[in-house]
């Protein structure tokens, strides 16, 4: 009977172990939903679905899994077209991942699994550039990008890529010189640039390990290094210099291996060796003696200079999110970026961002990992409880002349302290909670404290006393993007067009944290130029956010010009909806035009759908542009600034893009650009209040320099 019991609880075990197992984790089933919907032809796609199902356990067409995660996808060779669609970064656990030989096209999704490590999507139809984010695959092994029609420069982007052995460009049309950060592949074996547009030289290929590289058919110029003579190469169809080149650099190839065709005797290397290694031995004894020379005299030192540096390393980075320090820390706007991380001077913290000496063994890899850490660790940090007697002392009883303004759920007061601190309390009408629970206000300061982004304001508190609930925020001095746009007097300087372009990029990833990163979704409701707060940097920081809650329950228009069509009332908005508010927010940065504005002519009174007809016309286009910039902006960035509006504005949410497809669209606007920070501060309104930070910018700034 025993045996009997051991048995029949034996079968139930492995029947519930499979079941379990086999239940495909909800965000790769999401992803591969999406990635169904985005392929035009897939009658080759057994057992896919368009929503639900499970990969894992139903054998979906290519799919392989461990446990509950997807881990290969392969796709290879069925006829594919469309695209991939804009959750790849949801497949986590994926590490190969291929998709060559289709008809897929258009750009390559910003995004792709972030910890694959062999990509091939070669022979497709794909245009523009490698995408940025390839730059934070730092697991990479292999990437074949070869025979699409991708074009443009390759960005400085491969400093992190150590593990990649293989890279296949070939067969595209891809322009400039090869980027510095090819000398960081330090394990790249073969490489494969031919039929493209490439200038310049391949000296920076001294610096890998590659023995198998093929160039042929660029317009590459100067010389072929003799160490790369030595290696399976081929290199016709360039503009190579003529005569003997000249020598390398020393060091350089120095990770090549014994099979690259070296010569010279033994007695050589042995005698290189032993030099070099007495060489290294008098460097360390050397600093063996420095090191004991400092540190007693650091011990003889003030004790309140060792005081200070405690205090240092417990000040912490910014409350960046793990994703976003992952994708932010490039292109021209993301020194801007990860300077948000310096609060505003009239912040109740103060930021300590150090630069740090980068070397060879650790780099941007321990950076990125202890700010990796240090978001995993703010998630559990909490907003703090403020009295409302403090409060009142803080506000002067909320007196008029401390309201900062009044939105659809309440009224936003400044509060000042006596230590100079201050603070934005937005005390949210009383009548928005009759008939709820007597928790949901705790509920929302709870999961409002728990968003962290660089372009997103940041909740440092709550009071909840007395049938009072109020939410306080950080203190911009920068006021909104409102003011600047339309409220600015005659001595101020406008916004220049790449700080517009900037501010648009942020807020637009803010949008893209709330969406598509914060689970489940958070739907903003209430986006507009006044909700887009400018730090001392003029970095945008959204604000209203985690309220759809109120704003589903006030009768109040949510913002007169930034409503889509179809929300007709509260409860209608989508995510959709949400880009909709965003490309007009852009039409202002266009513009400089309020999205209602009765002081236009009939025609022009209404921001869309003055605007919408002339984005693609270019001469329209140019008399559209904000007269405040006076003429001084690049044409061709107007231009797909533009397209990128027309994009989110359309009355139809169905074809309005997710917001991850806008931030992509931005970023390659800003890679074609040429922007210059220094230049944005310089010109913008609130330069005095820089200066004094200009030397921590500049040490703050080395950080993503690699």
């Not at 897939?42 to 290519?62: E, R």
């Not at 598509?516 to 507009?528: A, G, Q, Y």
């Not at 929300?567 to 909806?577: E, G, I, Q, R, W």
Request: net charge positive; glycine share 6%.
């Amino acid at each position: 009977m025993f045996h009997n019991l051991l048995v029949l609880w034996g079968v139930l075990f492995g029947f519930f172990t499979v079941c379990v197992y086999s239940k495909t984790n909800s965000q790769d089933v999401s992803a591969l939903n999406v990635m169904y919907n985005s392929f035009n032809s897939k009658s080759k796609l057994s057992g896919w679905k368009s929503s639900g199902g499970d990969p894992c356990g139903d054998s979906w067409k290519g799919i392989k899994c461990s446990s509950s995660a997807v881990t290969e996808i392969n796709l290879s060779d069925l006829g594919l077209s469309g695209s991939m669609g804009y959750q790849l970064a949801s497949l986590s656990s994926v590490t190969s991942f291929d998709l060559s030989n289709n008809k897929l096209s258009g750009d390559i999704p910003y995004q792709l699994p972030p910890n694959a490590k062999h990509i091939d999507l070669s022979n497709n139809g794909f245009t523009n550039t490698v995408p940025y984010s390839v730059s934070q695959m730092s697991d990479l092994e292999t990437l074949n990008l070869g025979h699409n029609k991708l074009n443009g420069q390759l960005t400085d982007m491969f400093n992190k890529l150590t593990k990649l052995k293989q890279l296949d460009l070939s067969h595209n049309s891809l322009t400039g010189n090869l980027p510095q950060s090819f000398a960081k592949l330090s394990s790249l074996r073969k490489l494969y640039l031919q039929n493209n547009q490439f200038t310049g030289t391949i000296n920076v290929l001294l610096y890998t390990p590659v023995d198998e590289l093929n160039v042929e058919n660029n317009r590459f110029t100067g010389w072929i290094p003799n160490d790369l003579k030595s290696i399976n190469i081929k290199y016709g169809g360039n503009s190579w210099s003529s005569g003997p080149s000249p020598p390398s650099p020393p060091g350089v190839r120095r990770n090549r291996g014994s099979g690259s065709g070296s010569s010279g005797g033994g007695k050589s290397s042995v005698a290189t060796g032993l030099t070099i290694a007495g060489i290294a031995f008098g460097v360390l004894f050397l600093i063996a003696i420095l090191i004991a020379f400092f540190s007693r005299k650091k011990r003889s030192s003030n004790s309140h200079l060792l005081e200070e540096d405690r205090l240092n390393e417990r000040k912490s980075f910014s409350m960046f999110s793990s994703r976003d320090l992952t994708k932010d820390l490039h292109s021209d706007y993301n020194d801007d970026v990860l300077v948000t991380g310096l609060k505003s001077m009239d912040s109740p913290a103060v930021i300590d961002i150090k630069p740090v000496q980068k070397s060879p063994s650790t780099g941007f890899r321990s950076l990125s990992g202890r700010l990796q850490s240090f978001a995993r660790r703010s998630t559990s940090v909490k907003a703090v409880s403020y009295s409302l007697s403090d409060l009142q002392i803080a506000t002067s009883n909320f007196a008029p002349a401390r309201l900062l303004g009044q939105g659809t759920i309440g009224r936003v007061y400044k509060a000042k302290y006596e230590n100079g601190k201050i603070l934005v309390v937005k005390k949210i009408d009383s009548s928005l909670f009759q008939g709820a629970p007597p928790q949901e206000f705790s509920d929302i300061v709870v999961s409002i404290s728990k968003i962290r982004h660089a372009n997103i304001s940041e909740l440092v508190g709550y009071c909840a006393e007395h049938g009072h609930n109020m939410l306080i925020y950080e203190y911009f001095r920068n006021g909104s993007l409102h003011e600047f746009l339309h409220m600015s007097d005659d001595y101020s300087n406008p916004l220049t067009w790449n700080t517009r372009v900037r501010i648009a990029l942020g807020t637009a990833r803010a949008v893209e944290y709330l969406h598509e990163v914060c689970s489940p979704s958070v739907l903003h409701k209430n986006i507009k130029s006044s909700n887009i707060l400018l730090d001392i940097e003029l970095n945008p920081r959204l604000s209203d956010y985690g309220l759809a809650t109120f704003h589903q329950r006030t009768s109040q228009n949510l913002g007169m010009g930034y409503n889509a069509p179809e929300c007709t009332k509260p409860s209608a908005y989508t995510l959709k909806s949400d880009v909709y508010s965003f490309g007009v927010v852009m039409l202002e940065l266009l513009t400089g035009r309020q999205p209602v504005d009765s002081s236009k002519p009939p025609a022009e009174q209404c921001l869309v759908r003055w605007a919408t007809p002339q984005l693609h016309d270019l001469d329209a286009l140019s008399q559209m542009v904000d007269p405040a910039l006076r003429g001084l902006y690049p044409p061709k960035s107007v231009s797909r600034f533009a397209d990128i509006i027309a994009l989110c504005v359309q009355r139809e949410p169905e074809f309005r893009p997710p917001i991850s497809e806008v931030v992509q669209q931005l970023v390659r606007l800003v890679q074609r650009s040429t922007m210059n920070m220094r230049e944005d501060l310089g010109l913008s309104r609130h330069s005095s209040n820089v200066s004094s930070m200009r030397e921590d910018l500049q040490s703050s700034r080395r950080l993503t320099d690699f």
